[in-house]
C-alpha cells in the first residue's frame, strides 16, 4: 500500500469523509463531492489529499523564506489542538473568539498586544508594586482580558502571509478579513463552507478531533520541513562563506 493511499484510509477511519448534510451543502462544494449517503455528503478524499499535498508545498515555500502564518480555530472540537499546534511551532494563533479587524485594524491591534506585553513585563520585575492593592487587581484584570482576547497573538509583529484555519464557516470573520486583504487561506472546511473564499481548500469534516488532527499534523509536518530546509541552506551558505584558514 502507498503512502497516499496510507493517507486515505487513515482518513477514513477518522471520519474525514463525511461532510455535512446534503441540504445544506454550499453549491461550491460539489466539485469535491463523491456521493450522498443517508442524506450527508461524502468527499472524494483522492481530491482532499491532492490539495492537502498542494497546501503543504505552499506551507513549506512560506516557512523556509522566514514568513509567519496564523493558525484559527475557535471551536471547542479545534481549541486544544491549535494552541498545541501552534505552540509548537512557534506561530501565532487564534484558539477562541476570533476579534474583528484583528487583520484589517492591526494597526490598532497591535497597541492592544503591546499593552498586554508591556503589563505582563511590568508585572514579572514588580514595577506594578508602586501601585495599590486596588489599582494592581485592576491591572490584573485587564491583563487576563487583554490575554484571553490576544495572548497567542503576542508574536505576530506584521500582517502574517497565510491564515491556517478549521472550519471557514465558522470563522468567516477571520476568512474575509484575509481576502481582504489578499492574504492566503488555508481552510479545513465541510460542505457547509464557501470554497470560493478559500485558496487552498482541505474539503473534509471539519468537525471530529481526529480529522482536525490529522489536518494540522500534516500541516505542522509540511511547516516543519520547511523551517528545516531553510535552516540547511542557511549553513550551507555560512560554510561556503567561512574564510579559509592561513
Known sequence: MTTAQNAIETLYEAGAHYGSLRARRHPTAAQFIFATKDRSDIFNLEETMARLSSAQEFLKALSSSGRQAVIVGGKHEAVSLVKETALKLG????????????????????????????????????????????ERLLIDREIEELQARFGGLVSLKDLPSALIVVDTRHEDTAVKEANQLRIPVIGLSSSDCDFSMIQYPLPANDGVVKSIRFFLSALSDAWAEGRSAAGKNAASVAEIKKPARA
Open 91 to 134: 506561530l501565532p494563533y487564534v484558539a477562541g473568539r476570533w476579534i474583528g479587524g484583528t487583520l484589517t485594524n492591526f494597526k490598532n491591534i497591535r497597541k492592544r498586544i503591546d499593552r498586554l506585553e508591556k503589563l505582563m513585563q511590568e508585572r514579572e520585575d514588580g514595577t506594578l508594586e508602586k501601585y495599590t492593592k486596588k
